[in-house]
């Protein structure tokens, strides 16, 4: 398996509280996304990033910021989470080259309240 | 837009039946196309990739085809298991897109024993 994990893998949160999830890969890929994954909408980009401290928007980006210090942690924050940001967030890790795969971390599910 | 769409009803065949699955894009000219297997609670998982100028790719009971003309993918499972049951997510990724992959919402299929 593909060394990418995630962190927290559940979370409850109140409305209105930062919170930030965690994408740590050993792979030194250098393509790391943010999904999040809704009944209906299947996956929809959040942010990506192409390299250490490159980072640009998807397609759902309102909302949400992300880091990455190193090549090997992507870090997704909600700066204040809302209840429409429940949902199932999923890393993905994808190599330099265009016929590559994309690996998947094990995913976080996250309730705001 | 972009647009990928794929069978939004499950399909439902009998074991040791092949079962096909379908992409279809619109306003979009992917340099590859890549289909991946999602169970319930997990991320996707990665199964095969197409290139642009492939017209056919197998992997042991996995085939896909790719047709430009038609803007189609065909996914096909020979020999079909009830293991075989799961999601599948076609994405598409343009060249040069700093690897971004665009999905459709997948399909479910249930292979009855």
């Known amino acids: 398996d593909a060394g990418i994990t995630q962190s927290p893998r559940h979370k409850v949160t109140e409305t209105g509280t930062p919170v930030t999830l965690r994408c740590h890969q050993t792979?030194?890929?250098?393509?790391m996304y943010w999904y999040r994954q809704d009944p209906g909408h299947g996956l929809r980009l959040i942010h990506y990033?192409?390299?250490?401290?490159?980072?640009d928007k998807g397609e759902v980006s309102d909302g949400y910021s992300v880091s990455r210090s190193k090549t090997e942690d992507f870090l997704l924050t909600l700066e204040s989470a809302t209840s429409s940001q429940t949902s199932v967030y999923f890393c993905?890790?994808?190599?330099?080259?265009?016929?590559?795969?994309?690996?998947f971390g094990q995913g976080t599910r996250l309730t705001v309240v | 837009s972009q647009k990928i769409e794929q069978n939004s009803e499950a399909l439902n065949i009998q074991e040791g039946k092949t079962a096909t699955l379908t992409c279809n894009y619109t306003n979009y000219s992917p340099a590859y196309l890549q289909w991946y297997r999602q169970d319930p609670g997990r991320g996707p998982v990665f199964l095969l990739l197409i290139r642009e100028n492939e017209k056919e790719k197998r992997k042991e009971r996995l085939k896909v085809t790719f047709d430009t003309t038609l803007k189609q993918s065909l996914f096909h499972i020979t020999a079909s298991q009830p293991a075989d049951s799961a999601t599948y997510l076609c994405a598409l990724e343009r060249a040069g897109n700093n690897r971004k992959l665009i999905w459709g919402l997948g399909t479910s299929l249930a292979v009855n024993p």
């Open positions: 993905a890790i994808k190599g330099s080259g265009g016929d590559t795969e994309a690996f």
């Open positions: 990033s192409y390299g250490v401290k490159d980072t």
């Open positions: 792979e030194n890929h250098r393509y």
